[in-house]
């Protein structure tokens, strides 16, 4: 296996991405370590808020949210996953697991943002950062999820089932392109290659492949018993908990119920399902989102 390095200058034309790079070395594990890339914009001691992007996206996906949470008293830090977006890319489909991703993830929050945080996360940023929730929840000052979840087994969606398919077989497999069809709203041409900028060839998409396939959906798939001890602490969550969810998204159509219905501190908070929003919110509604997080954080006192 080798740890691709991203080539940087395929970055060099997008324009409307204008934050400094950030890098952390991380132990992959099996005597491997990769550099991942990373956002972290405002003071150093305003409030943190964690930005964790999901499948095939990178933090690109939260340009449009960051400056609103800037102007809000935030300092914003979102990580490109390892195999995403700058950050170092393992060429092996095999070498990616659930538990890889969320000790690389969390490598990185205790070397960068140790302290109490607020969370926005989606797709498998919700996946790894619910996870990290329900097992250190201490950690958290509170959460704001948008399309997303915590599996614990059972049998996947036709949506889903036809998008790991396709995630595993499809010869073309055009990461912007994905983007565009998955958001209710128009992408550029220029935000279609931002998206595609990461992956030039094949080996560099092991990450994108590998990922709907470690969902775990169906019973007896590796992740099903830590989410389910991680349920244990995400249900008596008790800090403000909002969700946001698009109308327009096939795939996790209903499954802000229960997330709303198990966690304590989703109690009483104003849930949402922003009309005119796929998949990709953060691309659809990034103000509505933007200013969810503000309320929720004000809710919890960790924001003025």
């Not at 935000?191 to 094949?202: C, G, N, R, S, T």
Request: charged share 25%; hydrophobic share 40%; with cysteine.
């Amino acid at each position: 296996m080798q740890v691709l390095k991203t080539d940087l200058t395929r970055f060099k034309a997008i324009r409307d991405y204008p934050f400094a790079e950030n890098w952390c070395e991380i132990d992959l594990g099996e005597g491997f370590s990769g550099r991942m890339h990373y956002v972290d914009e405002g003071p150093k001691d305003a409030p943190p808020v964690l930005l964790f992007h999901g499948e095939p996206s990178w933090s690109f996906l939260y340009r449009k949210m960051i400056p609103v949470l800037l102007d809000a008293g935030f300092r914003c830090l979102a990580p490109d996953l390892i195999g995403f977006g700058k950050s170092d890319k393992p060429d092996d489909i095999g070498f990616y697991t659930y538990d890889r991703h969320v000790s690389w993830l969390e490598q990185w929050r205790d070397a960068v943002v140790p302290e109490t945080a607020a969370l926005f996360c989606q797709d498998w940023g919700g996946l790894l950062g619910l996870r990290m929730v329900g097992e250190s929840p201490e950690r958290f000052a509170c959460v704001v999820a948008s399309n997303t979840f915590l599996p614990t087994g059972g049998t996947p969606s036709p949506a889903f089932h036809a998008w790991r398919e396709f995630a595993k077989a499809s010869p073309d497999f055009m990461i912007g392109e994905l983007l565009q069809r998955a958001t209710a709203t128009e992408r550029t041409a220029e935000e279609v290659a931002a998206y595609d900028a990461p992956f030039p060839d094949e080996p560099s998409k092991a990450g994108a492949r590998a990922f709907p396939q470690l969902v775990p959906v169906e019973d007896g798939m590796d992740g099903i018993q830590q989410n389910i001890e991680a349920w244990k602490g995400l249900s008596n969550y008790d800090k403000p908990f909002l969700t946001l969810f698009g109308e327009d998204d096939p795939v996790t159509g209903g499954l802000a119920e229960p997330l709303i219905e198990r966690i304590k501190g989703a109690e009483g908070m104003a849930h949402g399902m922003l009309s005119t929003c796929g998949h990709f919110c953060q691309e659809d509604r990034p103000v509505e989102l933007a200013q969810g997080v503000i309320a929720t954080a004000q809710k919890a006192g960790s924001l003025g």
